[in-house]
């Protein structure tokens, strides 16, 4: 998959998404919002200009979430992003509302609609993270200018191919052909069972 395919399913196949902001306070503050539309580089959702959270979206200019799509946890997929937002007002109102015709239910008349504004996520950095593939599948993603976030471990040349770390790790997910022992970040959990397993202190975070 790449960077449009992972915006496509946000928009498509979950569509409900908890957004976390930060108040005046500094202190985090959640909402669901839906993700209505990507053009496969951004995503656009739209909120009302009289709520809180436009305010913070003013002030702050960006924004986190998650979505998760799946029966239960081992059928899980979830989506991360965070990035930076810009306020495009409305002339985009009629074309999501078309797209997402339940909104006519919650805004019935035109006057009401003004009350809306549509934003872009327009730069910002993701992680896929599937739960029901084995072994789990992860990956990193990026949009606008922003650049992908690497987290997780890596192995160095300090490495001496004893296999404690493979021993302790729940997703088997090192190489131990070769030395330094190589750990495959698309299945790892980042659990840092291998950090705290390693007898030389090879295993660093990245």
């Known amino acids: 998959m790449n960077t449009a395919d992972y915006l496509k399913f946000i928009v498509n196949e979950i569509h409900r998404t908890i957004v976390a902001t930060v108040d005046d306070e500094g202190l985090p503050v959640t909402c669901a919002i839906d993700m209505m539309?990507?053009?496969?580089?951004?995503?656009?959702?739209?909120?009302?200009?009289?709520?809180?959270f436009y305010d913070r979206l003013i002030k702050r200019k960006y924004l986190a979430f998650t979505a998760m799509k799946g029966e239960d946890t081992m059928t899980s997929v979830a989506v991360s992003v965070r990035g930076k937002v810009r306020e495009l007002g409305f002339e985009k109102i009629p074309?999501?509302?078309?797209?997402?015709?339940?909104?006519?239910?919650?805004?019935?008349?035109?006057?009401?609609?003004?009350?809306?504004?549509?934003?872009?996520?327009y730069e910002g950095s993701g992680e896929w993270f599937d739960l029901s593939k084995k072994p789990?599948?992860?990956?990193?993603?990026?949009?606008?200018?922003?650049?992908?976030?690497?987290?997780?471990y890596a192995?160095?040349?300090?490495?001496?191919?004893?296999?404690?770390?493979?021993?302790?790790?729940?997703?088997?997910?090192?190489?131990l052909s070769e030395t330094p022992a190589v750990i495959k970040a698309e299945n790892c959990l980042h659990c840092g069972n291998c950090f705290s397993a390693c007898p030389v202190d090879a295993v660093v975070k990245v």
């Not at 797209?99 to 009350?115: D, F, G, L, V």
């Not at 809306?116 to 996520?121: A, E, P, S």
Request: glycine fraction near 8%.
């Open 95 to 121: 074309a999501l509302f078309e797209k997402n015709p339940y909104m006519a239910k919650i805004y019935p008349t035109e006057e009401s609609r003004r009350a809306l504004t549509v934003f872009q996520i």
């Open 37 to 52: 539309d990507t053009d496969g580089e951004s995503l656009y959702f739209l909120t009302a200009k009289g709520k809180r």
């Open 136 to 152: 789990i599948e992860r990956a990193s993603f990026a949009f606008g200018k922003a650049k992908e976030q690497h987290e997780g």
């Open 155 to 175: 192995v160095t040349d300090s490495c001496i191919g004893c296999g404690s770390c493979l021993d302790v790790c729940p997703q088997k997910c090192i190489d």
